[in-house]
């Protein structure tokens, strides 16, 4: 990639146009998300019990409390390398859990793996998720009256 740059550079520099080229490279931050139709409580411990156990991988600190799991992945295609790896779990209203994953380091099939692993294993351990209640039907409709019901004809 740098070479490519500095190839670039310089073609314009022969050619009297200006480029810009980066003075630091930085590392992808994005993130994988999934919504949970689980609790927070079957998600978090499905979330430790996967990485520490089925993926074998070190925790290297987690807070419930708020939600974050911080772990050293290591995978096949990349050597003994190590990459630092988190999982964020939050409450994001009365029924939603919202699950981040991110290898800053690694492309981002690696943390869609992690997410689809993690729902899978979710479905296995507690079965289909809890159903949510219908929503209320709409009020009925109103003919224009105060109270709604129908008013004699003068």
């Not at 499905?46 to 995978?75: C, M, N, Q």
């Not at 729902?119 to 009925?140: F, M, N, Q, S």
Request: charged residues 25%.
């Amino acid at each position: 990639m740098r070479r490519r740059l500095w190839g670039m550079a310089l073609c314009a520099s022969l050619l009297g146009g200006v480029v810009l080229v980066p003075a630091f490279e930085r590392e992808a931050l994005a993130a994988t998300a999934y919504e949970s139709p689980y609790t927070f409580e079957q998600t978090w411990g499905t979330a430790v019990r996967l990485v520490r156990v089925d993926l074998g991988l070190e925790i290297t600190e987690k807070d419930p409390e708020h939600g974050y799991l911080l772990f050293k992945y290591t995978s096949p295609e990349s050597g003994k390398r190590v990459h630092a790896g988190s999982i964020e779990i939050v409450k994001s209203g009365k029924d939603v859990v919202r699950v981040s994953v991110q290898l800053a380091t690694m492309p981002s099939y690696h943390e869609r793996m992690i997410v689809d692993a993690l729902a899978k294993k979710l479905h296995v351990e507690y079965g289909d998720p809890p159903r949510k209640p219908d929503p209320p039907p709409p009020p009925p409709e109103n003919d224009g009256t105060k109270d709604g019901k129908d008013s004699p004809t003068p």
